[in-house]
């Protein structure tokens, strides 16, 4: 079961360059009965694999010869994505944010549908 | 003033996923191609490179804390990597244009399920 999971989320990781925590979490909890907690954890730890074997293919295989990973880009995200999960961490339990989420919510659907109709 | 603005999209995408508990390459990917003119090939790729020290730092957490099985983890992440790998492979030989729609998809998606849940 939780290899069927893992594969289908290495999938759309590979395809999409995503982690895949958003169908790991939520299959964990549907067709295992994993608690949410556990199971973001466990989406977690399988991402370390998925998001290297997946980076290493885009770096080595890219169209033309060219790696399609901008390392120093990747470098700076995550210096300055440390600093906000860190801030993110100590926050959340004070930030009361279903608006917050809603927001961000209208926000993606707004660019889902751009990416979707127009090139 | 580029690189300063890519460590502010790290900070503010990190922050986003520690307080609503969304990935970060599902805001990482359109805001690489949108907002910093990323092809979606090479934002995908850079999406993932970001997501190993990331992921990493927060399994280690999840393990002391022990909120991690690392059974389930191995088993998952074993099978990932298979999917992730042909997976990869494909991407770099689709058009970057099928790539785009089939993300606006994923971004749908994971609209429905953050409204949901709010």
Do not use: C
């Not at chain 1, 556990?38 to 074997?53: D, E, F, M, Y």
């Not at chain 2, 003119?37 to 393990?63: E, R």
């Amino acid at each position: 079961m939780f290899a069927v999971i893992g594969l289908v989320a290495g999938i759309l990781g590979g395809l999409l360059g995503v982690g895949g925590g958003f169908v790991m979490v939520p299959l964990q909890v549907m067709m295992a009965d994993v608690k949410p907690l556990r199971a973001n954890a466990n989406s977690l730890a399988a991402i370390v694999p998925i998001s290297i074997v997946g980076a290493t293919v885009y770096y080595v295989g890219g169209a033309g010869g060219h790696p399609a990973v901008d390392l120093r880009f990747a470098g700076l995200l995550v210096l300055g994505g440390v600093l906000g999960a860190y801030v993110g961490a100590r926050s959340a339990s004070r930030l009361p944010s279903p608006w917050l989420a809603r927001v961000l919510a209208l926000v993606l659907a707004l660019i889902g549908l751009k990416q979707l109709v127009v090139p | 003033m580029t690189d300063a603005l890519a460590v502010l999209s790290g900070l503010l995408i990190g922050l986003l996923s520690g307080l609503i508990g969304i990935g970060g390459g599902v805001l990482l990917v359109p805001l690489l191609v949108l907002g910093f003119g990323f092809s979606q090939q090479v934002a995908q790729g850079t999406s993932l490179a970001a997501l190993i020290p990331t992921s990493i730092v927060g399994a280690v957490t999840h393990q002391r804390q022990g909120s991690l099985d690392m059974r389930v983890a191995v088993v998952m992440g074993l099978a990932g990597m298979v999917g992730a790998a042909a997976a990869a492979v494909v991407a770099q030989h689709v058009h970057g244009r099928v790539l785009e729609r089939l993300f606006g998809l994923l971004l749908l998606f994971a609209a429905y399920r953050l409204w949901r849940r709010s």
